[in-house]
């Protein structure tokens, strides 16, 4: 079981385990840390699995977008904060592909941006919660990424 991170660096490391895979009739699942790389795993036909079905992973592996002297990273740049987190912590070991372009004396020398995760399930329980509050019953349909808020009652 193997977790497979997002970004550029890692389409490398996956164009080598499909390769891995096939010379050595691997059996290998594959755990995704976003949306990319599902489709990565998909598209190199590699087995798909879920943290639900495989909550124990033998090894993580993953980029960066910067790599202190200590080793520390500073990763999500790619926008997969929390799903990548999740997954590595169910890892055994976690494995960091980094070329030199990431190398930094300190942490943030290259790397500035900020990223905020949102989980739609957690916004939307806020919502919930709020509005309930405020405004009294309402409806709540969602579909894959779309949710919908309908008002029943409005104070
Ligand atoms: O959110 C994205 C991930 O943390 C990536 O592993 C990170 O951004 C590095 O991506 P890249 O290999 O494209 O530099």
Avoid: W
């Amino acid at each position: 079981m193997i977790g497979i991170g997002s970004g550029s660096t890692i389409v490398y490391a996956v164009e080598r385990l499909t390769e891995k895979v096939a010379n050595e009739q691997l059996k290998v699942v594959c755990i995704p840390t976003s949306f990319q790389a599902k489709q990565l795993i998909v598209q190199h036909k590699l087995t798909l699995g879920d943290l639900d079905a495989y909550p124990e992973l033998d090894l993580c592996i993953d980029g960066a977008d910067e790599v202190d002297l200590k080793l520390c990273l500073i990763k999500g740049g790619g926008g997969c904060l929390l799903q990548e987190k999740i997954v590595a912590s169910c890892a055994q070991d976690l494995v960091i592909i980094a070329d030199y372009t990431k190398d930094s004396k300190r942490l943030g020398d290259q790397y500035k941006k900020g990223l905020v995760d949102m989980f739609c399930f957690i916004f939307i329980a806020s919502i919930i919660t709020y509005v309930t509050l405020v405004r009294g019953d309402f409806e709540l349909s969602h579909g894959e990424n779309i949710y919908s808020i309908v008002f029943m009652q409005f104070c």
